[in-house]
């Protein structure tokens, strides 16, 4: 499903540049759930982002379904986006002017999806909200605004689900109730399911995990099969 | 699409709140064109549809001279042929006085007598449901105006004197077809009928009577006789209009000032588009993280521009209706205000199909260009913005550049489009452009002047102005709108100030205040002796100056060959009637510029002295021949000297063609007097009764109401650019209740840690009140200092009046522009100080 090679990241940091992501390859095969974990600045999120087609990678090829996404343009990376992958937010990013059930809308319709509202219902019960469609963020819960964001990522049926630190803004219990939500969609859909978190608890239910520290993929604590390009 | 469509919408429904200011700068200018437009384009549509009414007749001919009988004969078989009537009526100034009053007050009216049948179309209309019919006018009737009434304290059934002649006042005019809109009035309106005019003596030698004949002419037939009768004329002082020339220049008069007022809207809207500008900038940088969550779940740039775009039209769209609503509201107000301005024509004022559609289209026009360039940001937005933040800052890019000139180019034709003319509209818009640069200049320069405020020991006054100056302080934008409107207001202010303080300096206590016209050779003695028993102790006595009325028939010149009047006639003005006088000397108002004036000798052969700009306009010089016409007689006179008339000093009387005495002193001529009135009102009044009792048919001007009447004029003038200025400021106001609500987020935030910190509300309240008092004053300031230079400019340039800067008016305009700024600045930031700074935090 996820073929990097040879991926990293430099930035310009104050006139100077700054590799917060080294040269790094990694496989995750169709229906894994990898854990990726690490301190603050190890890279993370930026190599979330660099899955997602969030972010272009200053050296490397990643290649998504089969699609190589460091070739593509702004606008065909947001239609590879909007069809293959749904992202999970730390901070969840709902619209704040939209309500819930159109947030969960909002993917299909871009997508041209006459079925949007139908099914954007019927996320809504699959994630256990759905009397909460009309309110709009800032009426809901972490929990809850979670799980909206979790819908709004099934809307399109993507084979992939990326999450940043998806429980990383919630209480424990809320954060219980996520994570076995995310690793129930997983098991019914088949989704390949990669999360960034620096909870043990989380990773330790992962098939796979890779622990990177300071850009750098840590090979003794790495069980998937990320690692150094030779 | 759909996308876009339902985006747009949900958008807006969250956003049209904090957007509220957007629209409202839209419909306020939206607002002012649709009714501008409108009223103008009521008016035009009544009287173009009422040029006969206007002229109460199909065509009309008109001479300032008694119609001789050879060509009344024409006219008359010229009329015949084409199956045409026609009736008589004269018109002319005089004065009139209650009859049975003695010692009562005269006043000045305009006589019109008439035949039976007029009018020809249109109504009179009388006072207490009168009919009107020829009947009351016969057996020496008259009809009044009612201010008359009130001025001579008479009633119907009195009677008034009218040059020689008693009337009996048989009704009160409340209209009358015929009557010019904005035509200048020296007088009210008297009716009475042309057979008992002889009776009055005021047609006789010298009159400045204007003769008509009134024409009733088949449609088919009316094209052909005016140009038969422009024919006949060619050589004759009298000339023939249709109503359709009356239509054609009311069109064309009334469509210039349709697009020169509408481009005062444009401004507005122009500002309004200014806000919306800065409102949208801050909106898209509020929007960043929801534009980068939709890209992330696939949205591309080109289908989140279109969303905006379309939430931008939609509230064009919405501040465009608002506006017609404005102006539907300030429509109705309008036939009280402007009540009694077009006596006799019933105007119905309603909105008007093609300005609702002109500013529906220039509401969006100015809604999508002015958000255009800001809304290009969206397409910079990243996503990974969701993962951290990332420093944004970017030089303009190719579409950037290219659409901004697009943008320009699209208000420049947007300002040729409303001024209705390529010229206009290209200086209107350069001159916008220079004013929008000479301000930003200004006010940077101004900002500069105060950061070393932020030195300051107070805490309060060094965060205002810290505030003031730092990047993306909407300041400047805010400095050009406000500015401009106190300018507008100050500017008016000031010069309406000068030209009235200019008209006090004009009338010295010891310079003439009041005219005499019409006296006759034969009255000069009777009217001296009036004058000497008023005249006050140590004023010069009355001056008595012999005019005569002539026309240039013919110049045989070395630059300008004139064969006879209808050549003349191809000359423009030099074919109008010329008041003339004869002199051995100058006045003290006039100098020699070219050749020499005549010694004090009488002389036979013809010497004329002319006017230089006269001479210089017509190419007449020294040595060339000039021929007039003096009632009927012709004679030629030699130029023999140019003179420079100083006009703006001309209250003994300036004159184009002076002549050398000993040859128009045989001609019959009247003569026209200048002196200084008594002070008291009534013994002004009792001086002009006496005048008129021994010279009926002579005309007494008071300089005193003139200058009363211009005044109200100036009043009004400056009373109408104040209501712009007005609306200016207010949307000035506008753009700074929107930079303040735009900005609020980040001041909440910044208030919240102060308040951590230990700043009470009232600390916060003083930065944000010296902060908003020193924008108001740093705008104030722009505004007064352009103001000044206007006056100036327009006093020494084109009134060519003594320019006194107005040091009071100027400060306390800076006063309360600074005062209404602070104002209005503390309340729209009233959330600033009442949010609690933990909710804040945690929000953040």
């Known amino acids: 499903m996820i073929e990097l090679r040879g991926v990293s990241k430099t930035v310009s940091s104050g006139g100077q540049p700054l590799t917060i992501l080294h040269p790094l390859d990694l496989h995750v095969p169709n229906g894994q759930c990898l854990a990726i974990i690490g301190p603050s600045g190890s890279g993370k999120s930026t190599l979330l982002g660099l899955i997602a087609g969030l972010d272009s990678p200053s050296t490397g090829q990643i290649t998504i379904a089969g699609h190589d996404i460091t070739a593509l343009g702004e606008d065909a990376l947001a239609q590879l986006r909007g069809e293959k992958v749904g992202f999970v937010f730390q901070f969840f990013h709902l619209v704040p002017s939209l309500t819930a059930l159109e947030n969960i809308q909002v993917p299909m319709e871009i997508a041209g999806r006459r079925d949007a509202k139908l099914r954007a219902q019927a996320l809504l019960d699959e994630v256990g909200l759905h009397d909460r469609g009309h309110h709009y963020p800032a009426q809901l819960s972490g929990g809850e605004q979670q799980r909206i964001a979790i819908a709004r990522a099934l809307a399109n049926d993507p084979p992939l689900i990326l999450a940043d630190e998806p429980t990383g803004n919630l209480d424990s219990s809320n954060g219980r109730h996520i994570l076995e939500l995310l690793l129930q969609v997983k098991r019914a859909r088949g989704v390949t399911l990669v999360m960034v978190t620096h909870d043990p608890s989380v990773a330790a239910i992962a098939d796979a995990q890779l622990v990177l520290r300071d850009g750098r993929p840590v090979a003794a604590e790495t069980t998937a099969t990320g690692s150094r390009p030779a | ?21 957007f629209f409202v700068c839209i419909a306020v200018g939206v607002g002012a064109i649709v009714a501008i437009r409108s009223v103008i384009q009521s008016v035009r549509h009544t009287f173009a549809g009422e040029a006969r009414t206007l002229i109460s007749a199909d065509a009309i001919i008109s001479s300032t001279r008694p119609i001789g009988e050879k060509l009344a004969a024409t006219i008359d078989d010229r009329l015949k042929t084409a199956g045409a009537e026609s009736i008589r009526s004269v018109e002319l100034a005089t004065m009139a006085r209650a009859a049975d009053k003695p010692g009562g007050r005269a006043r000045m009216v305009e006589l019109r007598a008439v035949e039976d049948g007029f009018p020809y179309y249109g109504v009179m209309k009388l006072a207490n449901g009168v009919r009107y019919e020829h009947g009351l006018l016969r057996g020496f009737g008259v009809l009044v105006r009612p201010e008359l009434l009130a001025q001579l304290a008479v009633a119907v059934g009195d009677a008034l004197t009218i040059g020689s002649q008693r009337f009996t006042i048989r009704g009160v005019i409340e209209s009358e077809p015929g009557r010019r809109l904005g035509a200048f009035s020296i ?26 004949r009134l024409l009733r002419v088949p449609d088919a037939a009316l094209d052909g006789l005016i140009v038969q009768l422009r024919k006949d004329f060619a050589n004759e002082f009298a000339r023939v ?5 009356t239509e054609d220049d009311i069109g064309e008069d009334f469509a210039r000032a349709e697009d020169y007022l509408s481009l005062v809207g444009l401004v507005i809207v122009i500002l309004g588009g200014i806000g919306v500008s800065s409102v949208t900038r801050v909106f898209v940088q509020q929007k960043m993280k929801s534009i980068a969550v939709l890209k992330c779940v696939g949205a591309r740039s080109s289908q989140l521009l279109a969303v905006y775009v379309a939430q931008v039209a939609m509230l064009g769209l919405a501040g465009s209706l608002l506006g017609i609503g404005l102006a539907r509201l300030a429509m109705r107000a309008i036939p009280s205000v402007l009540a009694g301005t077009t006596p006799g024509v019933d105007i119905t004022y309603a909105l008007t199909a093609p300005a609702v559609t002109q500013g ?13 360039v800001p809304l290009l940001e969206v397409r910079h937005v990243k996503p ?11 030089k303009p890019d190719l579409t950037q550049v290219l659409v901004t000139l697009f943008v320009v180019a699209g208000l420049v034709a947007l300002t040729v489009w409303q001024a209705g003319s390529l010229r206009v509209g290209l200086i209107v818009a350069a001159g916008f452009a220079g004013t929008a640069l000479v301000l930003h200049v200004a006010g940077s320069l101004l900002i500069r002047a105060v950061v070393p405020l932020a030195r300051s020991k107070s805490f309060a006054m060094r965060h205002a102005v810290l505030h003031l100056s730092r990047p993306g302080s909407q300041m400047r934008i805010v400095l050009l709108a406000v500015g401009l409107g106190s300018f507008f207001i100050i500017g008016v202010r000031s010069l309406q100030q000068n030209l009235i303080a200019e008209f006090r300096v004009n009338v010295t206590p010891d310079s003439p205040d009041m005219f005499l016209l019409d006296i006759q050779s034969d009255q000069v003695e009777g009217v001296r002796s009036v004058l000497a028993r008023y005249q006050a102790a140590g004023a010069a006595p009355a001056r008595l100056l012999p005019v005569l009325r002539a026309r240039v028939v013919g110049v045989e010149g070395r630059e300008l060959q004139l064969e006879n009047f209808e050549d003349v006639r ?20 006039e100098k020699i510029v070219a050749g020499a004036l005549w010694d004090a000798t009488p002389s036979e052969a013809g010497e004329v002295s002319i006017e230089q700009g006269l001479s210089e306009r017509f190419r007449i010089g020294v040595g060339d021949t000039i021929r007039f016409d003096v009632l009927g007689r012709t004679f030629a006179a030699k130029v023999t000297s140019v003179r420079f008339v ?7 009387g300036g004159f184009m063609f002076v002549f050398r005495p000993g040859l128009l002193e045989k001609a019959p001529h009247g003569l026209i007097g200048f002196l200084r009135g008594p002070a008291d009102g009534d013994a002004r009044a009792r001086m002009q009764t006496e005048l008129v009792a021994v010279a009926p048919n002579l005309s007494v001007i008071d300089g005193r109401e003139i200058l009363n009447a211009i005044k109200s004029v100036v009043d009004n003038v400056t009373l109408a650019v104040t209501v712009v200025g007005t609306l200016v400021l207010f949307s000035g106001l506008l753009i700074l209740i929107g930079a303040v609500a735009m900005t609020k987020f980040r001041r909440v935030y910044e208030a919240a840690i102060f308040k951590t910190l230990g700043a009470t509300r009232q600390l916060i309240a003083t930065v944000l009140f010296l902060e908003y008092g020193l924008l108001g004053l740093l705008a104030g300031t722009i505004g007064a200092g352009g103001a000044i230079a206007l006056t100036w400019g327009i006093s020494r340039y084109a009134l060519e009046i003594p320019f006194h800067p107005l040091v009071r008016l100027s400060a306390v305009g800076v006063a309360i522009t600074s005062a209404l700024v ?4 503390v309340l729209s930031s009233w959330e600033v100080l009442q949010h609690k700074p933990l909710a804040t935090l945690r929000a953040e």
């Open chain 2, 384 to 394: 990974s913005l969701l993962l951290r933040d990332e420093a944004r800052s970017r």
């Open chain 2, 570 to 589: 191809g000359r423009g003005s030099l074919a109008r009637e010329y008041t003339v006088t004869y002199r051995p000397a100058l006045e003290p108002n």
């Open chain 2, 1 to 21: 699409m759909r996308f876009v469509l339902y985006m747009a919408a949900r958008e807006l429904r969250a956003s049209w709140r904090r957007l509220l200011v």
């Open chain 2, 646 to 652: 100083e006009w703006a000093d001309s209250r003994a």
């Open chain 2, 822 to 825: 602070a104002v209005i600045g």
């Open chain 2, 241 to 245: 209009r249709s109503y359709q020339a």
């Open chain 2, 187 to 212: 007088g009210p309106r008297v009716f009475v009928d042309l057979a008992d005019l002889p009776k009055t003596g005021l047609t006789g030698f010298g009159s400045r009577a204007m003769t008509q």
């Open chain 2, 360 to 372: 529906l289209g220039i509401g969006l026009l100015v809604s999508l260009l002015f958000s255009l």
